[in-house]
């Protein structure tokens, strides 16, 4: 692909449609008008702690933002986007869908050399793989490196230009961190507003639930979320949480707002898994 290839301009009407860069479970895209409609109309500073493929920050665009993850590949893409659009595009244009070479490119974190790779060799990797692997599953095993299978598709675009320009617009004034969600909203004071969407809690004992780290979030970090909205709110933090419908979430939050909305789960490795299930949404404000 030739450097002009690479040269895109946005127009007024594309900025206004950024899109997450990703796709992630949990991801929030089908969500947003009901998530929409219950956030604050003012405030100060957004945060998103668990900021994944980042839809309602997309769907928001605030003026002044902080976007947090553990998953350091994940807060190095949303980096490389803001500050070397055009580097990343050079990357991934070498990227090309095909089962051997997925599987070269998904062993490369194996290597001790990967450490070496540059912040946008990783964010491309990063983006080919989730393109490119089974269901854009991300996925790791207990020594933290990928390994979801690669995925049958037809023709799957792998570099998205009009969209990475679009995110690129959206996060010119974004900082990104690779911290705990509760090293961030220690930040947060009276007048901000968080978004929170952590790893569901499961359903049942047999929930298909994968975690996109390998340290997980089991039920003590369930319990330590809720304290923390519990210090937010007392802060004067106004905070809105996704969640699944499981009773020790009822339990958890049963002193704030829970509202049950509908979603459809579209990652689950059972097609009979799949289909429209309860969510909470949780807020300490009306």
Not at 92 to 100: A, D, K, V
Request: glycine letters at 4%.
């Amino acid at each position: 692909m030739s450097s002009e290839a690479l040269d895109y301009t946005l127009s007024d009407e594309d900025e206004l449609v950024a899109r997450p860069f990703v796709k992630w479970a949990g991801g929030k895209a089908q969500l947003i008008p009901e998530i929409i409609k219950r956030i604050p109309k003012k405030y100060n500073t957004y945060y998103e702690p668990f900021v994944g493929g980042g839809a309602v920050f997309f769907a928001l665009r605030p003026q002044k933002a902080v976007l947090a993850d553990i998953n350091s590949e994940l807060i190095n893409t949303y980096e490389v986007i803001r500050s070397n659009l055009q580097g990343l595009m050079k990357e991934l244009s070498h990227h090309r869908y095909e089962e051997e070479y997925y599987y070269r490119v998904r062993a490369q974190d194996r290597d001790p050399l990967y450490s070496s790779y540059s912040p946008v060799q990783r964010a491309a990797r990063f983006i080919y793989l989730n393109k490119t692997c089974y269901n854009g599953l991300y996925r790791v095993n207990k020594s933290g490196f990928f390994n979801t299978p690669f995925g049958k598709y037809t023709n799957p675009t792998i570099l998205d230009q009009k969209n990475l320009t679009a995110c690129n617009v959206a996060l010119k004034n974004v900082e990104c961190l690779v911290q705990p969600f509760d090293s961030i909203l220690e930040r947060a004071e009276e007048g901000d507003f968080v978004y929170l969407d952590p790893p569901y809690a499961p359903l049942s004992a047999t929930s298909d639930f994968t975690s996109y780290t390998r340290e997980g979030f089991g039920p003590d970090m369930q319990r330590k979320l809720a304290e923390v909205c519990v210090q937010l709110d007392k802060k004067g933090v106004r905070f809105l949480l996704s969640n699944s419908s499981a009773d020790e979430i009822r339990e958890l939050y049963q002193n704030f707002q829970i509202d049950e909305v509908y979603a459809s789960r579209a990652i689950n490795s059972k097609a009979a898994k799949r289909g429209s299930v309860v969510e909470f949404l949780i807020r300490n404000y009306t």
